[in-house]
C-alpha cells in the first residue's frame, strides 16, 4: 500500500452538497467513524428520566390497547378440520404469500436463508456505502447497469408470475431514475437523490414485506384467493 | 436538556390510573354482582336462606369432561323457595337429573366455563355450542338414551319417528336409523302411465296429498327422460312377468260382480289400513283414486301376491279364491277413479330422447333415487347426502348459509334447510319437503341429537336389542303370508298397532281364537285399526290356533291355583268390582260404565283364568304402558274379581 | 420534605441507597455506578443521541416490550398446562376466573405483536442511520439474531393456546419446513416431537418459549447492551453528518472543523 499518497481536500461550492472531508481510505476497507465528543449531560437524571416516562407511556399504550381489544381465541384445535384459509401468524404471511408464487424450497427455506445471511452480511460489504451517491460520475453507463441489473433480477418473479414483487420493483426502479427525468432542484428530489444503492435495496426488501404482509391479512380469503377486505371481510 | 421533571410526574400519575382500572374492573364482574343480588334479593323472602360467597363455583364431571359454572349466579336452581324468582335466580322448572352429577351443558349447551351472561349463552367463535332454544333442549336426551321412545321427550322421539318416516337415512348417514321401506320400481311400467308417472314426478304431493315422497323439483326435460327411463321396466323383482288379466276383466265388467267384490272389499276390512278419500285407517296407502293410478292388470295381480310384486310389503296376502280376486279387482278398478283429472292429457309433441335410456339412469343417480327405491340391476348408491351422524359437533364454518338471509347459527340453518332445501347453495340436490311447522321443529330437534361423541357408559341407555326370533313351520309361513307382524308383535318384533301376540297362548282360550279367524269382531270398538278378514283357509284356522295356544306362552301366567267360582266369591268379586275399585269407572259391563278400557263382556269365553288372575295382581308387568291402576290386590281379592269377570259378570243377569 | 431527608439520610436508607440524594454530579454519577440495573449506561451520554428523532428509542421500546413480556408470562406460567385438552381450557380459565387473567393474555399478545413489530423497525433505523458500521459490525449481527429469535418466541408461543388459530397457523409453518432439503422432515420431528402436531409438539413448543429461547434471548440482549457501552455508546445516525458544526474525521479524532477547512480555503484564494 503506498502510503505516501497525498491527502487531498475536496473542495467545492455548495458546502451543503459536499461536505468537506478529510479522508484517507484504504481500498478494500470500509470506513471508520468517530465522531468528535459530543456536548454530553448526565446519565442520570437525563437518561434514566426519558428511559422511565418512554416505559411508562409504553405500559399506558399496551395496557390500553389490552382492555379494548381482547387476544383472539377461537375454538380448540382439531386436527379434522382445517379453517380455510389456514393463515400463518401475520409476521409469516409474507413467507405464506410467497409459498403462492413459489415451490416451498424457495419460498420456506431459500428465500428467508438468503433475507437472514444478507442481514448478516450488510455491515461486512467491503464497500463505502456513502462514498457516492447514485448518480454521480458517468450516468448514461450506471443507468444502462443499473436497468440490466434490475431486469435480470426481476425475470425469476415475472417468471414465476409473482406480481407484488415485480411491482414494487418497477415502483422503486422509477423512483430511483426519478432524479434523471425531473433534474429538480427542490428538496423532495435532491433528498430521493442522494440515496445510496444500498437504501434503494432496503427500501424494496421494506417495501416487498410490506405489501405482502398486507395482501396476506387483508386480501386473501378462502383456496388463497384474493378477496377484497371491505366487500368479503378479513380472513 | 430540557427537563422532564413536570411531564414524569403527570404521566406517573396516568399510568398508576391506567393500572387500576383492570383490578376495579374485576372487582365488577357479573360473577361478584349476581351473587351479590342474590343475596339482597333473599333478605326480602319469607324463608330463611343462608347467604353465599362471592366465588365461582362450579360442578365438575371429569368423566363427561364438564366444567359449569352456571350454578355461579343460578343460585335458586334446585330450591322451590325460588320458583318466581327474577333470572337467574328462578328455580329450573322440572329437573330430570341431578345438576350435581351431570352439570348443566350436557343438555343445554352454552359455555359452562364462562363466568358473564353473553359468553356463557351466546355463539362466538370460540365457543360454537350457544345454549339450545328451549324446543331443541330435548335433543341432548338422545345423546345417551338411545331408546326409541325417551320419557319426556315427545319433539324427539316424533322427530326420529319422522327421520324414519321421511327416509331420511335413504340419502344421509343417520346413526341408529337405517334406510326404512323402500317402495321397488320393478315393474312399475306395467303398473302405471307414462302420464300419471309425469305428473307424479312433477310434483308427488299434487298427486297424493300424504305421501312423504319429496318433490325433487325437475326440470319438463328430466321428468320426460326419467319416465321414460322407468316405463321401460316392466319385470317384477323375480324377473318374472305379471299373470294375464282374465277375460272378464278385459271387457265390460258385469254388475254382479262389482257386488261381490264392493262386499268382499267391505268384509275384508280394507279401510283398517286403507283410507279412502281421507278416511279409514293411516297404515297403508290411499285408495282413492287408485285406479287412476295403477292399472287393471297390476291390481290384479297385487291383490293375487302383493309381495311378488312389491317385495316387503305389508299387505297381507288374502285368501280369496280366483273368482274373489277378479271381483275386488273390478271393484277397485271401477270404483276408485279420479274424476277430477281432466279427460284430455295434453299431450304436446314430445320427442322421445334417443338416449333417453342413459340420461334418464343419470338422472336417477344424480337425485339418488336409489336411496328409497329399488331397481334390480340399479343397486343403491350408498348415502350420498352430508353424513349427519355428527351433526350436533358440525364445526360451524363447515355450514354454507350462502346468500340466505338469516341468522347464522346452526339452529337456524338446520330449520332453513328443512323448510328450503335449495335456498342455500345453487347445486344442492336436496329435494323439497312438506314439512308443516311443527315437523320442522320436531326433525331438528332429532337432528341435534346425532353425535359420534363418546359418552361414558354409565351415562347412556342402550337401545335393548333383543335377538330376534322367526317363527318357523307353517304357522311362520302363515304369518308372512298375511304379514300378521305388520301390527301384532311377535317375539318383540313387529308393530304396534294391535295386541303383542308373544303370550297370548297363555292368554286366549284355542277355541275362540278359531272362532275370531273365522269371523274377526272389534274387542275394542273405539280404535280405527280392526283386524281384517283375511279369509283364511280352513287348514289354516286349524294350524294357527293350535301353534298359538301351544307356543306363545308364558309359565308365570298360567299360576297353579284351581279355579272354583263358587257364588260366595262371586259375590264378593262383584263388590270389590263396583264398591272397592270402581272397575266400572273405565270398564264397559252390561252397557254400563266407562270407554278407558274395553269391556268385559263375554270374557268368559275368550280369556283363561290364569292371564286374567295374574293381570289384575300387577298390570304393568306384561305391559308396561298399559294406564291400568295397580291396586296391589291380595290372591283372595284377585281370585275373586277373577271370578266375578269370567263367571257370574257374563251370565247377563242384574 | 424534612421526613423525606430524615429517612433517606436515616442508616436503613444508607445501607439500601448507599449514595444518598443525586444532588451533586458526583452523586448522580453514583447513581449509575453504583447500581447493577443502571450500570450497563455510562454515567454520561451524548447529547444528540437523547434526542428523538436520532434513534426513536426504538431499541428501548423493543426492551421495554420484553420486560412486559417476561412478567406477564411469568404469571400465564402459573395458570398453564401444557398438555392438550386443559391448554385450551386454561384460556378459558384465565378469561372467565383468574383475576386480571384476560388482560394479561391481552398484554403478553399485543406485546409479542408490538415488540415483532417494533424489533424490525429498531433494525431499519439502525440500518439507514448506518449504525452498523465499525467497530460494530458483530453488534448488527447479534441484532439480527435478537430478531430471528424474537420471531421464533412470538412464533412457539403462537401454539400454546392450543385453538384452530394456533394450531392451523404452527402447522402452515411446520409444513414450509419440510421443503428444506434433505434434513426438512429432520428439522419438524425434531422440534414437533413426531410427525403431527400433538401434545409432543405443544410441550416442545412451551419449553423452547418458557426456557429455551427467553435465555438466549436475554444473553443476547447482554451481549448486544454491553457492546454498544464497548463500542462507544449509541450512534445517532449520518444525518449530523451534514449539518454538525464538526465534520467526522476518519481514523483518529484530528478535530479539523469545516470552519477552519473554509477558512484555510478562503485563505488560499
Redesign the interface.
Known sequence: MDNNKKIS?E?SDD??DT???????KSHS???????????????????I??AL??QL??IV??I???F???????????E???NP???????LG??EL?HFF???V???LLPALV?IA??V???FSIN??RSSMWEGNIRKKFFRLSICVVLFNIPFVIYKAAPLYVCSIIIYSFMILPLVFRGKNGFMRRISRLGLA?WI?SWF?LVTTVLILIGVFFRGPEWRWIWPWIDGIY | ?RDLTKPFGIISVLFFIIMAI??VK?HYRE?RIYPREYNEYIKDLPQRITPVQET?KQVWVPEL?V?D?CTTCHLGLTNAAFRDAPQPFKSHPEMYHQPERFGCTPCHQG?G????VE?SFGFSK?WEYPMFSSPFVESSCGTCHNEDSVSHAPLLNRGKELLAEYNCAGCHNITGIDRGFIPSLDGIGNKVSKEWLKRWLTNPSSVSQNTVMPDFLLSEEEVELLSDFLMTFTETTDGSELDPLPEVLKSEIPESLFDEGETLFRNARCISCHSINSKGGTIAVELGTVASKASKHWIYNFIKNPSKLQPGITMPQYGFSEEEIQAVTAYISEEFIDWDLSEEEESTEYQTDPNFFEKGLKIYRTYNCGGCHSLSGYPVVENFGPDLSDLRNKPHYQLEFGQKDIPHTKEQYIIGKLKDPRGFLENSLMPQFQFDETEVLTITTALFSLQNKEIPAKYTVKKEVVPSIEVQGEFGKIVEKYQCLTCHVIFDKGGTVAPDLTKSGSKLQGKWIKEYFKLPYTVRPILTERMPNLFMSNEEIEIAPNFITGVFRDDELEPEIEFLFSDELITKGKDLYNNTYGCQSCHQLQGQGGYVGPPLDDLSKRLKPGWVFKRLKDPQKYDPDIPEPNFNLTDEEALALTAFILGQGNKNEK | MKYYDKIMKGRIARSIFRTGL?TS?YR??L??LNNLF?HI??????????KFTSTF?LG??SF??F??LVVTGIYLMFYYHPSV?LA??D???L???V??G??L???????A??M?LIVFLH??RV??H?A???????N??IG?FL??ST?LL??TG?LL?????????V???T???????II?DDIRFLLLGGN??GENALLRFYVLHCVILPLVITMLIGVHFWRIRKD?GL?SG?K???D?K???????????S?EE??ND?DAEK
Open positions: 481536500i473542495v458546502l451543503r461536505p468537506i472531508r478529510v479522508a484517507y481510505v470500509s470506513i471508520a467513524v468517530e465522531r468528535q465528543r459530543d456536548e454530553e449531560v448526565m446519565t442520570f437524571p437525563h437518561l434514566i426519558r428511559e418512554l416505559f409504553l405500559l399496551m395496557v390497547w389490552s382492555l381489544i381482547d387476544a383472539p381465541l377461537e375454538g380448540i384445535a382439531n386436527p378440520f382445517s379453517p389456514s393463515k400463518a401468524p401475520w409476521y409469516f413467507l405464506q409459498l415451490p416451498p424450497i419460498a420456506g427455506v437472514i442481514l448478516i450488510i455491515p461486512y456505502w456513502d437504501d432496503m421494506l | 436538556m383492570s383490578p374485576e360473577w365461582v369432561d366444567v359454572r359455555q366455563l364462562a363466568t358473564n359468553s370460540d | 443525586p454530579n448522580k454519577s447513581v449509575i443502571l449506561h455510562p454515567v454520561k451520554v451524548k447529547k444528540s443521541t437523547l428509542y428501548a421500546l421495554g416490550l420486560i412486559i385438552p385450551y381450557r384460556m378459558k380459565d378469561e372467565f376466573a383475576s386480571n384476560k388482560l393474555r391481552n398484554l403478553h399478545r399485543w406485546s405483536h408490538a415483532v433494525m431499519l440500518f439507514f448506518r452498523f458500521r465499525p467497530p460494530k459490525e458483530f448488527w449481527v439480527v430478531f430471528v420471531l412470538s412464533y403462537y393456546p392450543w385453538d384452530q388459530l394456533a394450531y392451523w397457523a402447522s402452515v409453518g409444513n414450509m419446513m419440510k421443503a428444506t432439503p426438512g403431527v402436531i462507544g450512534s449520518s449530523q453528518v451534514a454538525g464538526r465534520d467526522m474525521i476518519l481514523g483518529k479524532n484530528l478535530g479539523v469545516t477547512v473554509l480555503r
